[in-house]
């Protein structure tokens, strides 16, 4: 239970968007989640990749960020595209 007294539901799938540093090219997407890479190379900067699209749950991006450090990818930023599900707010 977390402090606002709602239990989140973990095993829902939602959608997420997760940026690292580095270039990943479009091929990988087949080998992580068949998420949708896109690279942004800024000038003077190193790249950026942004891998987006649904998870089946928790367990599924944990072991996309553990690939993805394995790879050697610095995270930048995990963000969820859409609400996290409550017990209180499934039922609807």
Same mark, same amino acid.
């Given at each position: 239970m977390n402090r606002s007294g709602k239990d989140f539901l973990f095993d829902l799938p939602g959608r997420y968007r997760v940026h690292v540093q580095g270039? =990943?090219?479009? #091929?990988? #997407? #087949?080998? =992580?989640s068949d998420l949708a890479i896109t690279v942004q190379q800024p000038v003077n900067q190193q790249p950026v990749t942004t891998l987006t699209g649904e998870m089946r749950d928790q367990t599924e991006l944990l072991s996309l960020l553990n690939a993805l450090y394995d790879m050697g990818c610095p995270l930048i930023k995990v963000e969820r595209l859409d609400a996290l599900p409550t017990i209180e707010n499934s039922s609807r």
């Amino acid at each position: 239970m977390n402090r606002s007294g709602k239990d989140f539901l973990f095993d829902l799938p939602g959608r997420y968007r997760v940026h690292v540093q580095g270039y =990943l090219r479009a #091929s990988w #997407s #087949s080998q =992580l989640s068949d998420l949708a890479i896109t690279v942004q190379q800024p000038v003077n900067q190193q790249p950026v990749t942004t891998l987006t699209g649904e998870m089946r749950d928790q367990t599924e991006l944990l072991s996309l960020l553990n690939a993805l450090y394995d790879m050697g990818c610095p995270l930048i930023k995990v963000e969820r595209l859409d609400a996290l599900p409550t017990i209180e707010n499934s039922s609807r």
